[in-house]
């Protein structure tokens, strides 16, 4: 069984076939996240997605520019006005200085967003878009306890993305049909409107009354909170459980924008958001017998941000709302507080909680974002079920040199509920990097609630980059001790572009996993081999490997 793993293991890295995971620094930074075992797989694989083919910010409508999930209404306001009167933006350095954005937030954007130009100095290239396609196919097979199992995807894209986009999206699991998705949208250039048929995700307001795609349950820095809507958007995804099947369209009408969209077997609505200079305010009503109200209001230092909404089919009102004070550059301190009664029906809802649903929750947040440093705390209580519960988390994120990078985290949480009322996590992780391509990750892991546990993994990779030719690999290999499943460890593991592996580790034993990566011209190669064993327990539990393979073209 080793024997067989390994060489798969060394075939992936002679192959050299999927890419390095480095976006995930700017995704944290992005959605609020404090670190990737906080987001998804759809998650990932939009992200992915956008720096396989980043947003031509030069090329792109203020509606495409909306609806890519990148930038706020007002951002993608900020960055049309700018074309319109100085001409195209050509680095980020220039993308900082416009509104709404800021050094540190154009930073986070760069792997997401391209500066191409055909215009001469002081012109917009927003005329002069191209057709692309880009073609995904992807193939998974896995060994637990003697039984093979797999499954498979296809992703297919195509369009002028600043005028138009095609998509589809299908997936085989064991024991399942196929699965489809798919979707088609339109943009508006001299008249700003957005049209979209098929699969679509929905973005509102603090995501109290909709929100569909990713969310975050629990406060994970001061970023967090504040949620920054997109409204509409097409969804190209192999996991499209979260979006709405139907149809959508939007149009901004000067510092208006009206949206309304039909999702097949779960409501229809419409929301009209008004842009300012200072923030934004919404309406937004759902034939489900739901509307909402929200805004995000900028005075000075100061940003106030809430949503309230009534749900009139079973009278309840829920309610979230806070504010931010930014009093230097990479300092933030904000607090907020919700209620969202068991009455309220939040089946569409995405705001922040700390359980998995906007219902049956009140609680209060604080946060503080100062420099390398976040730490948070966020007290929840669920009346109904009789249940609370208290987290506390710290991060500390110092680059210690150029080729140096280290990562604290610390983590309380308490539920007097549970037979384990307590669970304290820490974490260190250090990353040294080299001119040459050479790359060293180590990380430990502790964990105290039932009893206690320890993980750590050590990961040295090489990745060359030039014009022509792109490749890199990473091996990891992993030693664990968790005798109780209440301390579960849950890491992040590097995987193929789209993919997403957060494994939770129980029971004694280690793992390995090789992960490479090719790209010659307009091909990317990529394949993940792992397995895990269980030397070290005197109870048999059942090894497990895999292998992933796959190929992705863009024309």
């Known amino acids: 069984m080793w024997r067989k793993t390994l060489l798969a293991a060394a075939l992936c890295v002679l192959s050299a076939a999927a ?14 996240a404090s670190g990737p075992e906080e987001l998804d797989e759809e998650e990932i694989e939009r992200w992915s997605a956008l720096v396989a083919r980043p947003v031509r910010i030069n090329f792109a409508t203020e509606a495409r520019l909306a609806s890519c999930g990148l930038f706020s209404r007002y951002q993608a306001a900020s960055v049309a006005d700018y074309r319109r009167s100085s001409g195209d933006i050509l680095s980020l350095e220039e993308l900082a200085l416009l509104d709404g954005f800021g050094e540190e937030a154009a930073r986070a954007l760069a792997p997401f967003v391209s500066f191409e130009t055909r215009a001469s ?41 600043d005028r138009w986009l095609l998509s589809v999206a299908a997936k085989k699991t064991p024991g399942e049909s196929w699965s489809l998705s798919g979707s088609s ?30 969310s975050l349950s629990g406060v994970q820095s001061a970023a967090a909170m504040d949620r920054h809507p997109s409204g509409l958007s097409p969804a190209w995804t192999l996991s499209p459980g979260s979006a709405h099947r139907g149809a959508a369209a939007d149009l901004t009408l000067g510092r208006f924008v009206l949206s309304g969209f039909w999702s097949y077997g779960k409501c229809s609505g419409a929301n009209l958001t008004w842009l300012a200079r200072s923030g934004q ?32 089919r079973n009278l309840a009102t829920a309610v979230v709302t806070g504010a931010a004070w930014n009093p230097a550059y990479r300092v933030r301190l904000a607090a907020s507080v919700r209620g969202y009664p068991a009455a309220f029906d939040g089946s569409l809802a995405g ?56 990562v604290l985290r610390a983590v309380t949480r308490y539920r007097p509920q549970d037979t384990s009322a307590w669970r304290n996590e820490l974490r260190a992780e250090a990353t040294l990097t080299a001119p040459d391509g050479l790359s060293l990750k ?44 209440e301390d579960r460890i849950y890491i992040y593991e590097r995987d193929i572009q789209g993919a997403f592996s957060v494994p939770a580790y129980y029971g004694r034993g280690c ?35 895999g292998l992933k393979f796959q190929i992705q073209m863009s024309f």
């Not at 941000?305 to 009534?310: D, Q, S, Y």
């Not at 990566?517 to 081999?529: C, N, P």
């Open 442 to 485: 180590g990380c430990a892991s502790f964990c105290k609630s039932a009893g206690f546990a320890w993980l750590t993994y050590v990961e040295p990779g090489y990745k060359i980059e030039s014009d022509k030719l792109r490749w890199s690999v990473y091996l990891r290999g992993t030693a664990f001790v968790v005798d109780k499943w």
């Open 351 to 406: 705001a922040l909680r700390s359980s998995t649903r906007s219902a049956d929750e009140r609680g209060a947040a604080l946060a503080l974002d100062y420099k390398a440093l976040t730490v948070t705390a966020d007290v929840a209580v669920h009346l109904s079920k009789a249940t609370s519960q208290s987290k506390v988390v710290a991060k500390y994120a110092p680059q210690v040199t150029e080729s140096l990078s280290v």
């Open 511 to 545: 793992s390995l996993s090789a992960v490479a990566s090719l790209k010659i011209k307009k091909i990317t190669l990529g394949a993940r081999a792992y397995a895990t064993a269980y030397p070290g327990m005197s109870g048999a539990k059942p090894s497990k490997s």
């Open 281 to 312: 305010l919404g309406l937004t009503a759902l034939s489900a017998g739901r509307a909402s109200f929200d805004w995000r209001w900028s005075f000075g230092k100061w940003d106030f941000f809430g949503e309230v909404a009534e749900d009139f």
């Open 185 to 214: 949208a339109v943009y508006g250039r001299r008249l700003p409107f957005e049209l979209v048929l098929g699969d679509f995700n929905t973005r509102f307001g603090q995501g109290l009354l909709l929100w569909s795609g990713f």
């Open 121 to 161: 100095p002081g012109s917009s290239s927003l005329e002069r878009g191209r057709v692309t396609t880009e073609v995904l196919a992807r193939s998974v097979l896995q060994l637990s306890e003697g039984t093979r199992s797999g499954n498979h995807a296809f992703k297919a894209r195509t369009g002028n993305e």
């Open 19 to 32: 890419p390095a995971q480095e976006i995930v620094e700017s995704v944290t930074a992005l959605t609020g």
